[in-house]
């Protein structure tokens, strides 16, 4: 079966310096955005205070959400992560070196901007990621997964 989602390679360009695209060409559907997720459990715990660890959890916890939307890590079509120091790269490598064949068995990975900045909303975390994937209509989310507001009452007037 082929893929949905297609990587991008302009013919001038050379291959990725790592483990992303330049570009993908994702099929309509949905759009799902998944906030910055960062090495914190679902306990509130942060992991260990290694990037590889919390590069691990983050990944994890962007899996999750995509799971909860009726997505998998396949259907991501751009990341986007947030490292608080350049020492941490090649933490950062080895962890997505780690997780991302199971998740990517065909070697076809999504674009990621990486990005080093001063710090993050709590300084023992070292590491976010935010990703966007597209949901096609054949794959529902759980309906457990997703929350409504309730309805609004309406008033009756006599």
């Given amino acids: 079966?082929?893929?949905?989602?297609?990587?991008?390679?302009?013919?001038?360009?050379?291959?990725?310096?790592?483990?992303?695209?330049?570009?993908?060409?994702?099929?309509?559907?949905?759009?799902?955005?998944?906030?910055?997720?960062?090495?914190?459990?679902?306990?509130?715990?942060?992991?260990?205070?290694?990037?590889?660890?919390?590069?691990?959890?983050?990944?994890?916890?962007?899996?999750?959400?995509?799971?909860?939307?009726?997505?998998t890590m396949r259907d991501v079509v751009r990341l986007q992560t947030f490292l608080t120091r350049a020492d941490d790269?090649?933490?950062?490598?080895?962890?997505?070196?780690?997780?991302?064949?199971?998740?990517?068995?065909?070697?076809?990975?999504p674009p990621n901007t990486l990005l080093v900045v001063s710090r993050l909303v709590r300084p023992e975390l070292l590491v976010e990621i935010e990703a966007m994937a597209v949901r096609t209509a054949r794959k529902p989310a759980r309906p457990s997964a997703l929350k409504s507001k309730p309805a609004a009452r309406r008033r009756r007037r006599r």
């Fill in 1 to 71: 079966m082929a893929s949905r989602i297609r990587p991008v390679t302009p013919a001038s360009f050379g291959p990725p310096l790592g483990m992303y695209s330049h570009g993908m060409i994702a099929p309509g559907g949905e759009l799902v955005v998944v906030a910055g997720q960062v090495g914190m459990g679902a306990g509130g715990t942060v992991a260990v205070g290694d990037v590889v660890t919390q590069t691990k959890q983050a990944l994890d916890n962007v899996r999750t959400i995509l799971e909860a939307a009726g997505c």
């Fill in 89 to 109: 790269i090649p933490g950062f490598m080895k962890a997505r070196s780690d997780v991302f064949p199971p998740w990517f068995p065909d070697g076809v990975y």
